[in-house]
């Protein structure tokens, strides 16, 4: 999770190949390594997941979010087609997750924070264990978009001043913190948060750091539950 531009990416790269290069854990880094499509054949799925989604948020009394809603239904699907051909893999590392079409809103959007939290609810179960939040003050995310070289991102917004593109940032800011703390709550889920303004091989340490512990205590728990097993087949 971050701004545009705040080194999710860059973070990532040198993050996957440090950890290869200090553990063993097989590591697979998501949309580098290679990607998942949905095609034809997950028709039958996709209107599946297209129903379900849908009527959850409705059910919640959010039916002004769908198309919040609509805008992960793609991901849904290619995320649930990596979890079942990645199962092998010890980490899978998504560069972008499910829940960045949520707070990279436009300067019309003002969602609620019920109603935000109505859609992922919804989405909840297809959500990853780890979430990496980049920290970035809209301040500087804002500086740093004027810089920036990549066309994509610029885009939207060709015509937009300083003080135009600060303010929205602050508006998704708000929204990240919302995101942010809904996912602090839940159980089984992780939020490591990185420091936008420290340099990039920092927060790479530090993620290198994070993911190493996450694996040893996750591979504790599969030994205690092998254990268990043997115990009580014993």
Request: aromatic share 8%; charged share 30%; hydrophobic share 40%.
């Amino acid at each position: 999770m971050g701004f545009p531009g705040a080194g999710k990416t860059t973070i990532a790269k040198v993050a996957v190949t440090q950890f290869r290069a200090r553990h063993d854990w097989s590591t697979f880094f998501y949309a580098k390594d290679g990607k998942l499509q949905h095609g034809v054949r997950d028709a039958g799925r996709a209107i599946g997941v297209v129903y379900k989604s849908l009527a959850g948020v409705v059910s919640r009394g959010q039916p002004r979010e769908m198309r919040r809603m609509i805008g992960v239904l793609d991901r849904i699907l290619v995320f649930r087609r990596a979890r079942e051909r990645l199962s092998e893999q010890d980490v899978v590392i998504y560069d972008q997750g499910l829940i960045q079409k949520l707070y990279l809103m436009r300067e019309e959007d003002k969602p609620e924070r019920a109603a935000l939290e109505s859609v992922l609810e919804v989405i909840k179960p297809d959500l990853s264990e780890v979430h990496v939040f980049v920290d970035t003050p809209p301040e500087l995310a804002a500086e740093r978009y004027f810089v920036r070289a990549k066309t994509s991102s610029r885009r939207p917004y060709t015509q937009w001043d300083r003080d135009q593109i600060t303010r929205l940032y602050q508006d998704q800011y708000a929204v990240m913190k919302w995101i942010i703390e809904w996912l602090k709550r839940q159980s089984g889920t992780r939020v490591i948060t990185l420091d936008g303004r420290s340099p990039v091989e920092e927060n790479a340490d530090l993620l290198v750091h994070e993911l190493h512990e996450l694996c040893k205590e996750s591979s504790r728990h599969i030994g205690q539950r092998a254990d268990a097993s043997v115990m009580k087949n014993r």
